[in-house]
């Protein structure tokens, strides 16, 4: 009897350990308050998904975001892309204030990039997948390099964060502008001439 | 045998001590075992598995990264939490929090609840914090209490920049943690009372890369000067 239940604890704790293992990882996906989750309602804007603004003399009270611990010192904004639809561009004017975008998967960032990497004042980030990135060196002309940034991501689904600091509180008004001003779209074949061999180009 | 009896679920818990409630306890578990069929301890088993598992798995995934931690002095970096190989606890803590950590690329976060000596910061108290930073495009070092702020309480600085702070002459900086106002670079306390936190952000920084480059000369030290008023 006394080894049966001796079998019983021991099958019990190997069994936690199991369950203790399977939760840990199962947490990330099917958690439905991570980051990735809550920024999905971006997905439909051409601009980030405005998730701490800094508090402004206007506005003195930023409307509480889910963010955990943000710095108040830096404006936040998220895009939301599915690979499916096809590419992400996300396209940045470089000012005064240090702009910083990173690209996140489910496991984690895969990417980041600050305005030291712009070319000309302008900073475009293209996300792709293994196949798209192909298909966009194939395409690619020879006399005319692209200069962006080209990252082939690891899952379809992500997020760009875009971060800007304010670094004086005089700045912040024009960090949280910032973040809006870039732009976050989807590179549709049709829109990049001789993109689809099939297709007519659109001049 | 008698430990293992202990962890009977429902069974009284007993002390080493108390022979007469030990005893009491292994006879209900000898009971228990003597009625209980095969059933029972798959169901036992079953249970025991479930439970542990699932509160230890919270307990993990609850709070601060479990693994990964740097610690320099009483500052804290966790350099990978925000990196897609990042340890699968602290994938979990992030998803449960919502948190979207710096990435590798962007900059490095150190925070700090104690203070040199090892006290853990409280608001009541006055520290300062003084020293140098690593080497970074820009900082923000900045303070957060527990749980929401005080309704009423008037919004006062939550932190400093690289480029708002006052430096010595030799570039140096002191910031003046206090409830009460100071000279100087005075960061408000949170609150009253209860545990703080401080945050030591770092914008694209080359210790990123490789913290084996942090040591306490180049973190600024926070030493306690007082507490109450």
């Not at chain 2, 309480?153 to 106002?181: K, Q």
Request: glycine share 12%; with cysteine; aromatic share 6%.
């Amino acid at each position: 009897m006394r080894i049966r239940f001796l079998y019983a604890t021991l099958c019990g704790l190997v069994l936690a350990g199991l369950v203790h293992i399977v939760t840990v990882l199962a947490i990330p996906l099917l958690s439905d308050t991570d980051a990735l989750s809550r920024a999905r309602g971006s997905e439909s804007l051409d601009h980030p998904q405005r998730l701490y603004a800094l508090s402004t003399a206007d506005d003195p009270a930023p409307a509480e975001g889910w963010l955990p611990t943000p710095d108040p010192a830096v404006a936040l904004g998220v895009c939301a892309y599915d690979l499916d639809d096809g590419p992400m561009r996300v396209s940045a004017r470089t000012g005064a204030q240090m702009l910083s975008l990173a690209a996140h998967g489910r496991r984690g960032a895969f990417y980041a990039v600050t305005d030291q990497a712009a070319v000309r004042g302008a900073l475009d980030l293209v996300i792709l997948t293994r196949s798209q990135y192909d298909e966009a060196l194939a395409n690619e002309d020879d006399n005319e390099p692209s200069r962006d940034v080209r990252i082939v991501a690891p899952e379809r689904q992500g997020f760009v964060t875009v971060r800007v600091i304010a670094a004086l509180p005089s700045q912040r008004a024009a960090a949280n502008e910032a973040v809006q001003a870039v732009s976050c779209t989807i590179d549709s074949p049709s829109e990049e001439p001789g993109k689809e061999p099939g297709k007519e180009p659109v001049k | 045998m008698t430990s293992l009896a202990e962890r009977q679920p429902g069974g009284p818990r007993a002390q080493a001590g108390a022979a007469g409630l030990g005893g009491r306890a292994a006879g209900a578990v000898r009971d228990f075992l003597r009625k209980t069929s095969r059933v029972g301890l798959v169901l036992y088993a079953l249970g025991l598995g479930a439970g542990l598992g699932l509160v230890s798995a919270d307990w993990a995934t609850r709070g601060r990264y479990p693994f990964g931690g740097v610690t320099v002095g009483p500052w804290t970096a966790w350099p990978r939490a925000g990196a897609a190989n990042a340890d699968p606890y602290a994938r979990a803590v992030n998803a449960r929090r919502g948190e979207i950590p710096l990435a590798v690329g962007e900059g490095l976060l150190l925070s700090a609840t104690t203070d040199d000596e090892g006290r853990a910061l409280e608001a009541g108290c006055s520290y300062s914090i003084a020293g140098h930073t690593p080497p970074a495009r820009a900082w923000t070092l900045t303070v957060t209490g527990r749980g929401a702020a005080e309704p009423g309480r008037p919004a006062l600085r939550g932190g400093f920049t690289s480029t708002e702070i006052l430096r010595e002459r030799d570039g140096r900086f002191v910031i003046a943690l206090a409830p009460g106002a100071r000279p100087g670079n005075w960061l408000p306390a949170p609150g009253t009372s209860g545990p703080i936190r401080l945050a030591l952000r770092l914008y694209d920084t080359p210790v990123a890369a490789g913290t084996g480059s942090l040591d306490r000369e180049t973190l600024p030290a926070i030493t306690r000067l007082g507490c109450g008023a």
